[in-house]
């Protein structure tokens, strides 16, 4: 899962443009994730010049530990 922080960013688009498949797009000002597109998120999340996302745990079903 994709945290993302959209007050931090710059919006300079390199994840946009890092990604391959669509995971990533920009439209009205915002920037949209997809996560069910094959992307290589580690890089694309390691692009980011100001750390405005990361990487974060799965959702978990109720009862999961």
Request: contains cysteine; aromatic residues 10%; hydrophobic residues 35%.
């Amino acid at each position: 899962m994709i945290i993302y922080d959209e007050n931090i960013c710059v919006k300079c688009l390199a994840c946009v443009s890092e990604s391959e498949f669509g995971g990533v797009t920009y439209k009205r000002g915002r920037i949209f994730f997809d996560e069910t597109r094959p992307e290589d998120w580690e890089n694309i999340i390691s692009i980011c010049p100001v750390a405005a996302m990361k990487k974060g745990q799965e959702k978990r079903e109720m009862g999961e530990v």
